[in-house]
């Protein structure tokens, strides 16, 4: 069965500087990944997607997350963090037909002036 | 935003009252998933369904009960409801393809009193 670990339920960044946010899967077979956005008081918003097309995927707000198989990781990155960013990050991921997702526990990401 | 409609947006019960929650979507989708997030446990799978008449368990469904007579409506049902139940509560909906993401609904915030 897959499961999904985000690393770090909160994660403070100064405006400006890199936002790296950690997430690692198990599965016995190649996975659907994706990241999601969670604003106050909204539902989750897809970011990125991982379809074994291309190891790098760039996603939406200059949001960009990497598979490497040999780590089995899906970390989420952003060069430059701006105030907006301030909201929780989930990480999801499925395998087969991607029918069900498993949903990690989040990160909610602080942006500081 | 995909069209999915979630009523209410927030509802206060007794414990030991039913309440049904409603998810309607207009992107003529198959699938459909109720969740539930709480803090520290991200969200978490109660039921799902592919399609009028077809569901199945997710990970939380003790206590809940689903029907979809119709493929635009999925509703989730607390036969009872306990204080545990007392959550966020998100409709989502996913498209045929095998990398179609999730989309969801903006919850319902459940209190049970």
């Known amino acids: 069965a897959q499961s999904v670990t985000q690393l770090g339920s909160h994660v403070s960044v100064s405006e400006g500087a890199l936002v790296l946010l950690r997430c690692n899967y198990s599965?016995?077979?190649?996975?659907?990944l994706f990241w999601y956005v969670q604003y106050p008081n909204q539902g989750l918003q897809l970011l990125l997607k991982?379809?074994?097309?291309?190891?790098l995927v760039k996603g939406i707000n200059g949001f960009e997350a990497e598979f490497k198989k040999s780590e089995t990781s899906f970390h989420l990155t952003k060069p430059s963090a701006h105030m907006s960013d301030a909201a929780e990050y989930f990480c999801?991921?499925?395998?087969?037909?991607?029918?069900?997702?498993?949903f990690g526990t989040g990160t909610r990401l602080q942006v500081t002036l | 935003d995909a069209g999915i409609t979630q009523s209410p947006r927030h509802k206060v019960t007794e414990t030991g009252t039913p309440v049904t929650l409603r998810c309607h979507q207009t992107e003529n989708h198959r699938y459909m998933y109720w969740y539930r997030q709480d803090p520290g446990h991200g969200l978490r799978l109660i039921h799902y369904?592919?399609?009028?008449?077809?569901?199945d368990k997710g990970e939380v469904s003790d206590g809940y009960s689903v029907s979809r007579s119709k493929t635009e409506d999925f509703l989730l049902t607390l036969e009872s409801a306990t204080s545990s139940q007392t959550s966020v509560y998100f409709c989502?909906?996913?498209?045929?393809?095998?990398?179609?993401?999730?989309?969801f609904g903006n919850g319902t915030r459940l209190t049970v009193t």
């Open positions: 999801a991921g499925g395998t087969g037909t991607a029918s069900k997702l498993t």
């Open positions: 369904s592919y399609g009028v008449k077809d569901t």
């Open positions: 991982y379809t074994s097309a291309a190891t």
């Open positions: 989502a909906i996913k498209g045929d393809g095998h990398n179609s993401p999730l989309h």
């Open positions: 599965s016995s077979v190649p996975p659907y």
